[in-house]
């Protein structure tokens, strides 16, 4: 069955009907959910955050594009997570917070050297958390706001 472009078919009846349209959920219909999300940072400087999460969270590179040449888009795998990392000449280094990237590691003491010899900075000491995480605060070269969190 062929279907039309912006028009969704049920997966029920083959009837197609515009979003607007949709059903209400329930147990007789399925929806298809997103697998997994990817975060991505924007950057003019692609090449110092690749150092940065590299060498601070031993991400391993999974994906160049393109392979040869100037990189616009660099995969990252960190521990069973990615990360994507997006050149963009135009990205206002001075654009607000809007997001905050959590990091699970063995030991945020251990990495707090790291994340200055990387080109990062760390806000303040750790702190123990009294829902057992361990937690320090950085900011990555970007001035992207950074937790490194363990389990006390």
Do not use: C
Not at 95 to 101: C, F, K, N, T, V
Not at 132 to 151: E, K, Y
């Amino acid at each position: 069955m062929r279907r039309a472009v912006g028009v969704a078919m049920s997966p029920h009846t083959g009837s197609s009907h515009t979003p607007r349209d949709r059903p209400p959920a329930g147990p007789d219909v399925r929806r298809a959910m997103p697998s997994t999300i990817q975060s991505l940072i924007i950057t003019k400087d692609l090449p110092r955050l690749l150092r940065f999460y590299e060498g601070l969270l031993d991400a391993t590179e999974t994906t160049r594009l393109p392979e040869d040449g100037p990189m616009f888009f660099v995969g990252l795998r960190v521990g069973n997570s990615e990360l994507g990392l997006v050149s963009d000449d135009g990205a206002a280094a001075d654009a607000g917070q809007r997001m905050l990237i959590s990091v699970a590691v063995d030991d945020v003491d251990a990495l707090l050297d790291r994340v200055v010899e990387f080109g990062g900075r760390v806000l303040g000491p750790p702190t123990d958390m009294p829902w057992g995480q361990r937690v320090v605060h950085i900011h990555d070269p970007d001035g992207n706001a950074v937790n490194l969190t363990h389990q006390l």
